[in-house]
C-alpha cells in the first residue's frame, strides 16, 4: 500500500512552512493531523470555545472529504485542551452536533499550551474510510 498526504488547496502554505500534511491516507485508514479554531479567512484564533470547536471540527470535516471520507467515518478522537474542566460542557455540546451517533473512540487530554496561546483547543482524529455506513453498534454489559 502506498501512502497518501492529504492536504487541502487553502493549507498548501502551512505543508511547505511547516513541513506536515493535514492527513495521511494509507489504505482505507487517515490520520488527521490536529485542527485548531483558526478562522480560515482571517487567519485568527476565533473566539470562545463555541466558535474554535466548530472551526476545528469544519477542518477535521474538510480534510476527510478531500481523503475520500466523513465524520461518520471517525473511528478514535483526541482532543486537547488548556481548559479540560471548564470548556467541557460547550467542547461536547458541539462534538455531538458534528458526531451525531456511531460515536467514535474519544480521548480528551487537558494541556498546558497549543500552539498559539489564543487557542482553547485541538482536534485530531483516526478514521476508516467507508466505515460509517457499515460498521453496526454493539453494545456489551457484563
Given at each position: 500500500?502506498?501512502?497518501?498526504?492529504?492536504?487541502?488547496?487553502?493549507?498548501?502554505?502551512?505543508y511547505?512552512?511547516?513541513?506536515?500534511?493535514?492527513?495521511?491516507r494509507?489504505?482505507?485508514?487517515?490520520?488527521?493531523?490536529?485542527?485548531?479554531?483558526?478562522?480560515p479567512?482571517?487567519?485568527?484564533?476565533a473566539?470562545?470555545?463555541d466558535?474554535?470547536?466548530?472551526?476545528?471540527?469544519?477542518?477535521?470535516?474538510?480534510?476527510?472529504?478531500?481523503?475520500?471520507?466523513?465524520?461518520?467515518?471517525?473511528?478514535e478522537?483526541?482532543t486537547?485542551?488548556?481548559?479540560?474542566?471548564?470548556?467541557?460542557?460547550?467542547?461536547?455540546?458541539?462534538?455531538?452536533?458534528?458526531?451525531?451517533?456511531?460515536?467514535?473512540?474519544?480521548?480528551?487530554?487537558?494541556v498546558?499550551?497549543?500552539?498559539?496561546?489564543?487557542?482553547?483547543?485541538?482536534?485530531?482524529?483516526?478514521a476508516?474510510?467507508?466505515s460509517g455506513?457499515?460498521?453496526?453498534?454493539?453494545?456489551?454489559?457484563?
Amino acid at each position: 500500500m502506498k501512502r497518501q498526504l492529504i492536504n487541502p488547496p487553502a493549507t498548501g502554505a502551512l505543508y511547505e512552512r511547516l513541513h506536515f500534511s493535514q492527513a495521511t491516507r494509507v489504505g482505507d485508514m487517515i490520520w488527521v493531523s490536529g485542527q485548531v479554531g483558526v478562522d480560515p479567512t482571517t487567519m485568527t484564533p476565533a473566539d470562545g470555545m463555541d466558535a474554535q470547536a466548530r472551526l476545528a471540527f469544519d477542518g477535521v470535516r474538510t480534510v476527510l472529504e478531500v481523503a475520500g471520507a466523513g465524520l461518520r467515518d471517525i473511528v478514535e478522537l483526541t482532543t486537547y485542551h488548556t481548559d479540560l474542566r471548564g470548556d467541557m460542557p460547550v467542547f461536547s455540546r458541539v462534538k455531538d452536533e458534528y458526531l451525531t451517533d456511531r460515536y467514535p473512540s474519544w480521548t480528551a487530554v487537558g494541556v498546558s499550551q497549543l500552539a498559539l496561546p489564543e487557542l482553547l483547543v485541538e482536534i485530531r482524529a483516526v478514521a476508516v474510510a467507508g466505515s460509517g455506513d457499515r460498521t453496526g453498534i454493539v453494545t456489551s454489559r457484563t
